[in-house]
Each structure stands twice: as C-alpha cells, then as structure tokens.
C-alpha cells in the first residue's frame, strides 16, 4: 500500500513538472525585442558605472544579434532570474543560427502554448525602394534592424549619468548592419544573415563577364552580396548599403561594382565555388 501510494505520489510532482515547465515554454514579442548571444544585458548596457555601452575594438556590440519585431513566437529554453526580471534562453524560427541567444523578460508577454508566427507580408518592391532610401544616413548598428532604435532600452537599462548623443544612440540600437537594412525595408520578410542571402532568390549568371557587362544585367533589388556583406541594387546607377564607415550610403552602381571585382570574382554559384568571391541573387520579380 505504501509503495503504491509512493508511485501515485511520484506521478503527480512528475505532472506539476510538466504543467509548470510547459506554462514558460513560448514568449511572444511586445514590442521591438534585443537579442543577444549574452545573458548579461547589463555587462552591455551600462557596464559597472552605468555610464557606456560594451564595444570591440572596432567599435560594434559584438553581442547583439538581430531585433525580432513585434508578435515574434520565441520558445524558451532556459530561464535566468535576474533582479526584478528574468533573462530567457530562446530559439525562434525568425533566426534559425546556431549559438545561444538570449532576450529580457520585459520586452515579451509570457504565453501557454505556442501560436502562430508573425505574420510575414512583404511589401511591394517600390515600398522596399522607398524604405531603403529613407534609411540613407543612419548609422551602422551590429545586429541592427531597427533604423530608430529601440526607446525602451533607456527605460530598462537606466544609465546613471547623462549620455552623450553618440552613447544614447548606441544604447538605443539606432541604425543597420548591411542584411538588417533589407531586413528592415522587407518588413523581416529576407533572410536575416548574408550566410542566408547567399543562396535567398535565384542566381543572375556573372561569371566572366565585365562590370559594365553585369551592372547590364542588374534590377532594381538584386543583391550584390558574399558571405559577410551584401549590397542591394536601387535603379540602374545606384547602390546603397550599410558598412562601419560612413553607416548607411548610396554610391554609383558600376564603380561599387569595379571596387568589389577588383577584390572578388564573380561567380554564377556560392555553394559550388571557393575563394575571395561574389553572387548576385534576384528575388524580387
């Protein structure tokens, strides 16, 4: 009799186990959500006097990793209590790369059971040429998609002392990396890395020809784009993209072009090559 009620026992704690364990299983974003590949936001935010954001010797926040945008499922894999909030391990099918990434409690609403994804409507091709051209000026941002940044970071990661305009708009996540740029004009509708871009649309066949011959063969949206950076077509004689120095620009088509091949070959295939090299991919017919 004791043994049976010692199993009845062990059955029921193993069934608040999964009742409590599946109650904080999915989040789902409120509002623009950092995520990072560090539990420790406030290393990041604000340092031991609060006052600066950690930066590599280049000057990026090498923690960030990509802003979900709004109603983003996350599932949640670890949780981290921290003072006041907690810190979520997560995963989630809007950035499907390996590594551990984390987001702030604060900025997601904690759900039962997992719902639909963000609803992913890309905009028409003029919009996203319109949204790109409005981002032209804006600063580089690591593992940024959100050209305004994100107010709430002030709010949750206090600093203790006034900032300068420069350290606000980092702590802010103002401004885009190169893929962020398209990320954020598509609405979070492309591939979030350029390790994905490389292989996102269909190929524009480029090897061996010239740059005059291939700035021939270019549309509006094509993507100029190797593993690690990405330039996208505007109109027949214009590109725009988003590097360190000077942030978000537009320069002349076929000279960026004859920078880059003087660098890269170009070649038709990513996967089948090896080698300094590039591909343009159209996916915006």
């Keep these: ?33 950092p995520v990072l590949n560090t539990p420790d936001f406030e290393s990041v935010f604000g ?8 930066l590599d010797n280049k000057g990026l926040i090498r923690e960030m ?20 909030y907690d810190m ?11 590594g551990d990434f984390y987001i702030d409690s604060r900025f997601v609403t904690l759900i039962d ?28 941002m690591w593992g940024g998609n959100v050209a305004d940044g994100i107010s709430e970071m002030l ?3 206090q600093p203790k002392t006034n900032l300068s305009e420069n350290t606000e708009s980092l702590w802010k996540l103002r401004g885009v990396d190169c893929s962020g740029l398209i990320y954020q004009a598509t609405g979070g509708t492309t591939p979030r890395n350029t390790s994905s871009l490389i292989t996102y649309g269909s190929p524009v066949e480029i090897q061996g020809l ?62 089948t090559t090896s080698g300094k090299r590039f591909v343009i991919r159209r996916w915006a017919e």
């Design 1 to 33: 009799m004791k043994r049976t009620s010692n199993i009845f026992l062990s059955l029921f704690l193993l069934l608040l186990f999964f009742q409590d364990a599946s109650a904080q299983q999915y989040a789902v974003a409120k509002i623009f959500t």
């Design 47 to 54: 340092g031991n006097k609060g006052n600066r954001v950690k």
């Design 65 to 84: 990793e990509f802003i979900a945008f709004p109603n983003t499922v996350f599932n949640i894999l670890e949780v981290i209590p921290k003072n006041g």
């Design 88 to 98: 979520y391990r997560v995963t989630t099918d809007d950035y499907q790369y390996k």
């Design 113 to 140: 059971t997992k719902i639909q994804d963000r609803e992913q409507l890309r905009p028409k091709n003029e919009i996203i040429l319109e949204n790109l051209k409005t981002m032209d000026g804006y600063p580089y």
């Design 155 to 157: 709010e949750y990661y």
């Design 210 to 271: 010239s740059a005059s011959e291939i700035k021939s063969k270019l549309r509006p949206l094509d993507l100029i784009v190797w593993n690690g950076h990405v330039i996208i077509v505007l109109d027949e004689n214009t590109v725009i993209e988003s590097t360190p120095d000077p942030g978000v620009h537009k320069s002349d088509l076929l000279s960026r072009l004859q920078s880059v091949m003087s660098e890269r070959t170009a070649v038709n295939d990513w996967e």
